[in-house]
């Protein structure tokens, strides 16, 4: 029974919980990161209806973001194979829910997570696309509706 509890311990050891998954992801040399603070993006929204579209897009579903983190990852990089790991590791997490996801194979795919919120809205959005050469990966830190996540219908 001990030896049960020792050898169910080590296997935990070696994996990482879903929430600190990016966090590792950004530690890793030659990928690229951005963030958009609150203030730029609700100086774009408050400028009017004009200013908040772009074709193909309701930037005012952001309007409850306070921050969007975008995390770049190409082959040239040589972090590639790195991040897929901590991505496997993400995926089968349960603290985020998996609100959409198209896939045509194992490293092609879209997905769209977040945490569901009592009032039916989701929280920290994270969008992940997901090809051979290439990892996208948006943090939409705030909060959306099902309805504003129709803005990521084009992707």
């Not at 040399?29 to 951005?34: E, G, K, M, V, W």
């Amino acid at each position: 029974m001990t030896l049960c509890s020792v050898m169910m311990l080590c296997a935990s050891c070696g994996s990482l919980q879903q929430t600190a998954v990016l966090d590792e992801i950004r530690k890793i040399d030659n990928i690229s990161t951005y963030h958009v603070p609150v203030s730029p993006l609700g100086t774009l929204l408050n400028l009017g209806t004009k200013a908040a579209k772009v074709p193909g897009f309701d930037l005012t579903a952001l309007n409850n973001v306070k921050s969007i983190d975008v995390i770049t990852v190409n082959r040239q990089s040589g972090a590639l194979n790195k991040v897929h790991g901590l991505l496997e590791q993400f995926y089968k997490g349960k603290t985020f829910e998996l609100i959409f996801q198209t896939k045509e194979n194992q490293r092609k795919n879209v997905s769209i997570y977040g945490i569901q919120l009592s009032s039916g809205e989701y929280s920290n959005i994270i969008v992940i696309n997901e090809t051979d050469n290439e990892i996208n990966i948006v943090e939409l830190k705030g909060t959306l509706s099902l309805y504003d996540l129709k803005l990521f219908d084009k992707l």
